[in-house]
């Protein structure tokens, strides 16, 4: 095996995107990451971390970090054996390391590796379905109209975005939710259902060579139970696919089964599973 650490996205990429695109919708995560990093966006002021493990010249195991975020794990199930070396490799670089996000096989194989060498317990953060949408069947009946998002509307959507990572991934908060809005604004990327006024938003993050992905699904406690997030899904997956986009991806919490059933009224269809697992100290703590 030949474990490699990349200097940037743009060399990992070079070796890992072909062989990850052949199943591009699953792995959307890690390209859409690397690729993000690769056209100049900062996740963090510590420089990404980007390895692949070859044997015998074909990729049995990638793995990227953005601090602060968990590492993201990509490996097959018949060479998880491959990730010894990527712990070994990281203990040296991140012995802090957060946790870990990947297909369950491999994110299990990581966190059994780990946690004994660290002196750390894993925790599951989440247990998520990946889902990918080619064709939108749309809500019937559900009043008002898709928008895309205009800086005006940032001191509602920051709000917005706050209230999300607080439900979807209340460990990982952002730093700034209004930066976030605005980051999304600057792409044309962020769209609100409107009926009468903005009742629920909608974002696309990133993309990879032929798909998009839908993030940031938000809609308040008032206006629930409306058919707005279901719509408003549906409007912008529409409109990514109209781009030029040939799928669209997305995550949904496993605990969360109203979200999951709204996405496949939609068409969006699973693929994969993930799991993320965050990583506590077990040393006892001193009085």
Not at 170 to 179: G, I, L, Q, V, Y
Request: charged share 20%.
């Amino acid at each position: 095996m030949q474990l490699t650490t990349h200097p940037d996205a743009g060399a990992f990429l070079a070796v890992a995107e072909a062989p990850l695109a052949r199943d591009e919708a699953r792995h959307n995560l890690m390209l859409g990451i690397a690729a993000r990093v690769r056209d100049g966006y900062k996740y963090g002021e510590a420089p990404p971390l980007f390895l692949t493990i070859h044997e015998r010249g074909a990729l049995i195991a990638a793995a990227v970090r953005t601090p602060p975020h968990p590492l993201i794990l990509y490996c097959e199930e018949v060479h998880t054996y491959a990730i010894g070396g990527l712990v070994e490799q990281l203990l040296e670089t991140v012995p802090d390391l957060p946790g870990v996000n990947g297909e369950p096989h491999a994110a299990e194989t990581f966190s059994n590796l780990w946690t004994p060498r660290t002196q750390t317990q894993a925790r599951i953060d989440m247990r998520t379905t990946i889902y990918c949408l080619r064709d939108v069947d749309p809500p019937v009946g559900v009043p008002g109209a898709m928008r895309m998002a205009q800086h005006e509307d940032a001191p509602f959507l920051a709000e917005w975005m706050q209230q999300f990572h607080h439900e979807a991934v209340p460990n990982h908060p952002p730093a700034d939710a209004r930066k976030v809005v605005l980051r999304f604004l600057e792409s044309g990327t962020l769209a609100v259902w409107n009926h009468e006024r903005p009742v629920s938003m909608v974002g696309s993050s990133r993309g990879t060579l032929h798909g998009a992905a839908i993030s940031a699904v938000y809609t308040p406690p008032e206006n629930r139970r409306n058919g707005y997030a279901s719509a408003v899904v549906a409007a912008l997956s529409q409109r990514l696919l109209d781009q030029g986009n040939t799928f669209c991806v997305l995550y949904a919490d496993q605990a969360n089964p109203t979200s999951n059933q709204i996405y496949q009224r939609i068409g969006y269809r699973p693929i994969a599973e993930a799991v993320q697992y965050r990583f506590e100290s077990a040393k006892p703590e001193v009085v």
